[in-house]
């Protein structure tokens, strides 16, 4: 059986090359695949392999005196899930473009958001109610099929694009109110926080574990709704049986999760399309200039 494993850990590296080497021999070892990033403060990896394979990995990468405590996320997929395996040393784990103002020690990032654990986003939403606002820290595409319910999803296609975003006058009237961070997994809003912060934003949170913790713990009977946008061939997932699709096929309007890549391979832009209509993968864009044409 097999199944994907998600993890990250902010941690200072002395030789992040010797790291890569280390794991390239161990997940060659093991027969995973998926992403690794290495970086002088840490390293954020999805694998997918065995789960036998999986579960020495975890206990080698342990070993590692940096690594201790770090927290994996297990979810169903497998391998072939994953092209090839990659593994990468690049300047930052997350692509923020705000490196500088990034400081790490061996407890993680310094000067973040608070962790909220599932439940106790619900004891703060209890306890203060619609003063709480959610702030997705994804790009604007990964919301549209799934979000936490009246969620703030500002306008960004690329994570680089939040610095400037945060800056949008607009967010002026959430920032004295307790807002609540989330992302896949957690990373981003690990580097999220800190430029909110630093952008006048007084009460900030950020959900542990992110939506996948969250919804191992609710499912779709919580806060969440929809699908959750996945950076590999599954493209998403749902938590039940019960969960909603929330986006319009960019064809025919009707509700649906299913992401494709436009068929014009010099477009390939993600577009929302059901499965009825998913022979004709073009983008909107592209099906006019084709039917002009």
Known sequence: MQKIILFYKF????????????????CERLNL???IIIADHGIN??????????????KELKSYEPFKGTAFKWSDGNRDDFPRLSIKIRS????????????????????????????????????????????????AYEAEVGKFKNAVVPEVEHTR????????????????KPVVTYCTGGIRCEVLTVLMK??????????????????????????????????????????????????????????????????NKTCNKLIVICRKCNKKTLCPKCQKKLVTA
């Open 11 to 26: 941690t200072p590296l002395k030789d992040p090359s010797a790291v890569l080497l280390w794991q390239r021999q161990l």
């Open 33 to 35: 695949k998926g992403r």
């Open 45 to 58: 990896a999805t694998l997918g392999g065995n789960i036998k394979d999986l579960k020495i990995y975890v």
């Open 92 to 139: 930052e784990l997350v692509t923020f473009g705000q490196k500088h103002k990034l400081k790490v020690d061996t407890k993680g990032v310094v000067g973040g958001g608070k962790y909220l654990k599932p439940k106790q986003v619900h004891e703060l939403l209890n306890k203060k109610g619609d003063e709480v606002i959610f702030f997705d820290g994804r790009n």
């Open 161 to 176: 694009d939040f610095a400037k975003a945060l800056k949008d006058p607009k967010l002026d009237k959430i920032k004295d």
């Open 198 to 263: 630093e952008n006048g934003f007084k009460d900030v949170y950020q959900m542990d574990g992110g939506i996948v913790k969250y919804g191992e713990q609710y499912k779709d009977d919580g806060l969440w709704e929809g699908s959750l946008y996945l950076f590999d061939k599954r493209m998403g997932t749902k938590f039940s049986d019960k969960a909603k699709d929330i986006a319009n096929c960019v064809h025919c309007n009707n509700k649906t999760s299913n992401y494709e890549n436009c068929a």
